[in-house]
């Protein structure tokens, strides 16, 4: 998990592209299947989730 602004969040998601997908910009597929995902935790409609992840993060900072 990572808070991150959106700046951060793009460095961040392309540096693990980098690393994870050798060699990086390549064309077609990847010959490592991989994904990653992110969310704004306000974005996350059940309350008690939100709460959940907000608390877990305020953990962590």
């Avoid at 992110?38 to 989730?49: L, N, Q, Y």
Wanted: with cysteine; charged share 35%.
């Amino acid at each position: 998990m990572v808070h991150a602004s959106d700046e951060e969040l793009a460095a961040i998601t392309d540096r693990i592209g980098e690393v994870i997908c050798v060699p990086p910009h390549h064309e077609g597929r990847c010959d490592t299947p991989w994904f990653l995902t992110a969310c704004d935790v306000a974005d996350i409609d059940d309350e008690v989730e939100r709460h959940g992840w907000t608390a877990l993060l305020d953990d962590e900072r």
